[in-house]
């Protein structure tokens, strides 16, 4: 019974009309296999742009992905996903269509990070990308890119009594 407003009604079940579906029914399930490693693009790095960007997978009974399209996201960074969710391999239990589709998203984001030390090390490792298979959802972190100004590099310089010592330290043989 539900009380509404002081007054109490019978609780109203499921139309007999209605048809429930039974919890034995075998559902589809997708599974991501193998994350082909999606790579930030470098021009939405520079220019520091972030977002989601949703891909729908179809995916055929052997895992292959038969296709892929872009749903909603930046269009810098919607390649890369795209190149990455074409490549991936999925496990597909229990399909009975011969194309089952997929949502992914692709979470791209800049992780800061303090500035090089040395501005000839330009050699960077960006981290890996994380996968969520419980949400579908894909991390794609780059760190966040620094400008080095080769005016401001630190030189070693002796001072001049040292120049004085060095020059005067020579030994002329005879």
Not at 115 to 123: E, I, L, N, R, Y
């Amino acid at each position: 019974m539900v009380l509404i407003a002081g007054v109490r009604s019978p609780t109203v079940g499921p139309a007999s009309g209605q048809s429930v579906p039974p919890s034995e029914t075998p559902q589809a399930a997708l599974i991501l296999a193998k994350l082909f490693p999606p790579v930030y693009p470098a021009l939405a790095r520079q220019a520091r742009i972030q977002g989601d960007v949703e891909v729908t997978v179809g995916v055929r009974q052997d895992g292959s992905v038969e296709s892929a399209v872009i749903a909603s996201g930046h269009p810098i960074l919607a390649p890369a996903a795209l190149e990455s969710a074409k490549k991936s391999e999925f496990e597909c239990h229990e399909c009975s269509e011969a194309v089952t589709s997929y949502a992914l998203r692709y979470r791209f984001q800049i992780t800061p990070r303090d500035p090089p030390k040395d501005c000839d090390t330009q050699a960077e490792t960006q981290p890996p990308a994380e996968m969520d298979p419980s949400r579908h959802q894909v991390t794609v972190s780059a760190w966040a890119m620094w400008t080095c100004d080769p005016a401001m590099r630190v030189f070693k310089v002796r001072s001049a009594k040292c120049f004085y010592l060095w020059r005067c330290s020579r030994r002329y043989e005879l």
